[in-house]
């Protein structure tokens, strides 16, 4: 008989810690570059991001991996991207499968982009689309609900379907499930809006919001922002602006015509921001009704910086008109990564710098609106997550053999602390590749010679210091190397030495006389 009171501690004690673990918000955001939100400097109305992190904690060196399918591959994983087997995940487990099976009610809506579906793994719960862009109006055959096919209809819960908007929904159902038939469960919720992601689609109604905003152009904003940045705190003075890229014409040399189109443009992409601030709004308002924001910790991220790929077709049709296909291009992509260099794909700053806003109000210790300068990187949620959960990190997933973790904990920097540093930390796409090494970053852009930085001196990578430091470039170029082969088995060109030259960059196209692509 003395078991039965030991049993009954041990269902206590399992019932107080359940209790206990936080329910986790994990959202990302799409194409959003380093400054696109208020408290990271930027003019679009961004209030609910921005009270989260008044009340909150902000990161100055937050990583991704400069694209869309492998910083959603690290995000779930915690490890490089071609490590977790790229988007077949054949090397990796998620964080929903590492979470489910420590107990919580796991659920995701929005973009997928990887092989298979969310449910085949871990997800309990999934609304969304698989493909890595989608029309935000009539959306496209990729739409599932927890596996099955889904038809986009023409409206939703009584408005016009807006993919934002419906990306919320559902989040919102689950939640539901969450709070009433999984209430003796933590929750996993993963939104993953593809916003402000081309193409530039939002209702007539939010993009007259910003109408005039944008008539001075990407010169005057990068360098507004830029004030803003400083001024709050979020970036020391000593960072200084980077310049105008070559490929980018001043905005005073545009023909009057052609301002008012990139004014245009830009207008529908802060729309698209200040919809997603709009819907994570209702979902701290949810959680707040159900008096569950305390212990929830949100988590606000982006997978790439502004993309700089100009692929517009049909610019004489309106951002509101479903047949529209507008997308902005480097010009206004330097202005969305204020204050770095380079864009969505290269591993420069302006590429892998995420904002990275975290609320918690039961568990963080950090002054409120704090700032950190710990760096971070994505592959750190898996980490986080299982300290939080009590969750073991498997070695295996059904026939899959799960490689080691590469992530680490960033609940030290959450209660306050400062954490041991990933020494190094590796980023690579395509052939774009770089090293951080405490303060040092080794990078290439498309086989370009290695430049070394020193990001302590000079966060916006403008002194180039390969030339006097040849030794540090050979031992970190070695180890990135090593890193390519042993952990990311990376081959072919991934791997090719680099030039002895930079390798020239052009990204701008003019389409002033297309009508269509």
Same mark, same amino acid.
């Given at each position: 008989?003395?078991?039965?009171?030991?049993?009954?501690?041990?269902?206590?004690?399992?019932?107080?810690?359940?209790?206990?673990?936080?329910?986790?918000?994990?959202?990302?955001?799409?194409?959003?570059?380093?400054?696109?939100?208020?408290?990271?400097?930027?003019?679009?109305?961004?209030?609910?991001?921005?009270?989260?992190?008044?009340?909150?904690?902000?990161?100055?060196?937050?990583?991704?991996?400069?694209?869309?399918?492998?910083?959603?591959?690290?995000?779930?994983?915690?490890?490089?991207?071609?490590?977790?087997?790229?988007?077949?995940?054949?090397?990796?487990?998620? !964080?929903?499968?590492?979470?489910?099976?420590?107990?919580?009610?796991?659920?995701?809506?929005?973009?997928?982009?990887?092989?298979?579906?969310?449910?085949?793994?871990?997800?309990?719960?999934?609304?969304?689309?698989?493909?890595?862009?989608?029309?935000?109006?009539?959306?496209?055959?990729?739409?599932?609900?927890?596996?099955?096919?889904?038809?986009?209809?023409?409206? /939703?819960?009584?408005?016009?379907?807006?993919?934002?908007?419906?990306?919320?929904?559902?989040?919102?159902?689950?939640?539901?499930?969450?709070?009433?038939?999984?209430?003796?469960?933590?929750?996993?919720?993963?939104?993953?809006?593809?916003?402000?992601? +081309?193409? /530039?689609?939002?209702?007539?109604?939010?993009?007259?919001?910003?109408?005039? !905003?944008?008539?001075?152009?990407?010169?005057?904003?990068?360098?507004?922002?830029?004030?803003?940045?400083?001024?709050?705190?979020?970036?020391?003075?000593?960072?200084?602006?980077?310049?105008?890229?070559?490929?980018? =014409?001043?905005?005073?040399?545009?023909?009057?015509?052609?301002?008012?189109?990139?004014?245009?443009?830009?207008?529908?992409?802060?729309?698209?921001?200040?919809?997603? &601030?709009?819907?994570?709004?209702?979902?701290?308002? +949810?959680?707040?009704?159900?008096?569950?924001?305390?212990?929830?910790?949100? /988590?606000?991220?982006?997978?790439?910086?502004?993309?700089?790929?100009?692929?517009?077709?049909?610019?004489?049709?309106?951002?509101?008109?479903?047949?529209?296909?507008?997308?902005?291009?480097?010009?206004?992509?330097?202005?969305?990564?204020?204050?770095?260099?380079?864009?969505?794909?290269?591993?420069?700053?302006?590429?892998?710098?995420?904002?990275?806003?975290?609320?918690?109000?039961?568990?963080?210790?950090?002054?409120?609106?704090? !700032?950190?300068?710990?760096?971070?990187?994505? !592959?750190?949620?898996?980490?986080?997550?299982?300290?939080?959960?009590?969750?073991?990190?498997?070695?295996?997933?059904?026939?899959?053999?799960?490689? =080691?973790?590469?992530?680490?904990? /960033?609940?030290?920097?959450?209660?306050?602390?400062?954490?041991?540093?990933?020494?190094?930390?590796?980023?690579?796409?395509?052939?774009?590749?770089?090293?951080?090494?405490?303060?040092?970053?080794?990078?290439?852009?498309?086989?370009?010679?290695?430049?070394?930085?020193?990001? &302590?001196?000079?966060?916006?990578?403008?002194?180039?210091?390969?030339?006097?430091?040849?030794?540090?470039?050979? &031992?970190?170029?070695?180890?990135?190397?090593?890193?390519?082969?042993?952990?990311?088995?990376?081959?072919?060109?991934?791997?090719?030495?680099?030039?002895?030259?930079?390798?020239?960059?052009?990204?701008?196209? &003019?389409?002033?006389?297309?009508?269509?692509?």
């Amino acid at each position: 008989m003395k078991s039965i009171p030991i049993l009954l501690a041990l269902l206590v004690s399992f019932s107080l810690h359940a209790a206990s673990r936080p329910n986790i918000v994990l959202i990302m955001a799409d194409d959003l570059g380093f400054s696109d939100i208020g408290c990271y400097g930027s003019e679009i109305k961004t209030p609910v991001l921005d009270g989260l992190a008044a009340n909150g904690l902000r990161f100055s060196q937050f990583y991704n991996t400069s694209k869309c399918h492998s910083s959603r591959v690290s995000l779930l994983t915690g490890l490089y991207c071609d490590q977790a087997g790229s988007t077949s995940l054949s090397r990796g487990t998620t !964080i929903a499968e590492v979470l489910g099976g420590a107990g919580y009610f796991t659920a995701m809506s929005g973009k997928w982009h990887l092989s298979k579906q969310p449910t085949d793994f871990g997800f309990q719960r999934y609304w969304g689309h698989l493909s890595g862009a989608t029309n935000f109006f009539t959306g496209d055959n990729s739409f599932r609900l927890n596996g099955e096919e889904w038809k986009v209809p023409k409206t /939703l819960n009584g408005r016009p379907f807006y993919t934002t908007h419906a990306i919320t929904d559902f989040a919102l159902d689950f939640l539901d499930e969450a709070t009433t038939r999984e209430k003796d469960k933590p929750f996993l919720l993963y939104l993953a809006y593809n916003a402000p992601h +081309y193409p /530039l689609h939002a209702p007539e109604a939010d993009v007259k919001r910003y109408d005039g !905003i944008y008539d001075e152009g990407w010169d005057k904003l990068r360098r507004t922002r830029h004030s803003r940045q400083l001024k709050s705190g979020l970036l020391p003075a000593r960072f200084k602006l980077s310049p105008r890229a070559p490929h980018v =014409p001043s905005w005073k040399s545009l023909p009057e015509s052609e301002k008012q189109w990139e004014a245009d443009r830009m207008e529908v992409f802060a729309a698209m921001v200040d919809l997603v &601030d709009r819907n994570i709004g209702r979902v701290v308002n +949810y959680l707040k009704e159900k008096d569950l924001f305390d212990n929830t910790l949100f /988590l606000f991220c982006a997978d790439n910086g502004g993309c700089p790929f100009e692929r517009t077709r049909g610019r004489y049709l309106k951002p509101w008109d479903p047949k529209s296909y507008w997308t902005y291009d480097a010009s206004w992509a330097q202005a969305s990564n204020t204050p770095f260099r380079l864009y969505k794909q290269n591993q420069h700053e302006g590429g892998i710098s995420s904002p990275l806003v975290v609320s918690w109000p039961a568990g963080l210790k950090t002054e409120k609106g704090s !700032i950190t300068r710990d760096p971070g990187h994505l !592959i750190d949620f898996m980490a986080t997550f299982l300290e939080l959960s009590g969750a073991k990190y498997p070695a295996t997933v059904g026939e899959r053999k799960v490689d =080691p973790l590469q992530g680490k904990s /960033l609940l030290p920097i959450l209660q306050g602390k400062t954490r041991d540093p990933h020494d190094p930390l590796y980023f690579h796409f395509g052939t774009d590749r770089a090293l951080r090494s405490g303060p040092w970053k080794l990078v290439s852009s498309k086989l370009g010679r290695w430049e070394l930085y020193n990001l &302590d001196e000079d966060r916006t990578e403008l002194n180039d210091l390969a030339t006097r430091h040849p030794e540090r470039v050979k &031992d970190m170029a070695g180890e990135w190397f090593r890193i390519a082969s042993d952990v990311e088995r990376l081959k072919g060109k991934n791997v090719k030495p680099v030039k002895t030259t930079l390798s020239k960059l052009n990204f701008r196209k &003019d389409t002033s006389n297309r009508k269509s692509r």
